[in-house]
Nanobody
């Protein structure tokens, strides 16, 4: 059974840091991504890591503050979030697709984690 389990969310003050994890089981994925969804807003792309060599891409809103990485041996993806802002508050979801193509449309990803809440207080 293919499963993604994301974790690591919590409450943090502005300027603080969190690390999110996404553990995959049942298969490996070339492309793994993070999305987030704030209340009343559409789900938006945050970061992607493509291929086992780890080519990365980021939304402009998080570039320079967030770092996506993966441990291929453990089949786990991470999102290191630094200098957090109140506008980063959202439910964060990991997603994956087997191929090497990468996109910012959530519909391109057939596999999803259950989501983990990140709340940044001002």
């Amino acid at each position: 059974q293919v499963q993604l389990v994301d974790s690591g969310g919590g409450l943090v003050q502005a300027g603080g840091s969190l690390i999110l994890s996404c553990a995959a089981s049942g298969r490996t994925f070339y492309t793994m991504v993070w999305f987030r969804q704030a209340p009343g807003k559409e789900r938006e792309f945050v970061a992607a890591i493509i291929g086992y060599g780890g080519v990365t891409n980021y939304a402009d809103s998080v570039k320079g503050r967030f770092t996506i990485s993966r441990d291929n041996a453990k089949n786990i993806m991470y999102l290191q979030m630094n200098s957090l802002k109140p506008e980063d508050t959202a439910v964060y979801y990991c997603a994956a697709q087997p191929g090497l193509s990468y996109g910012v449309n959530p519909n391109e990803y057939p596999y999803w984690g259950q989501g983990t809440q990140v709340t940044v207080s001002s």
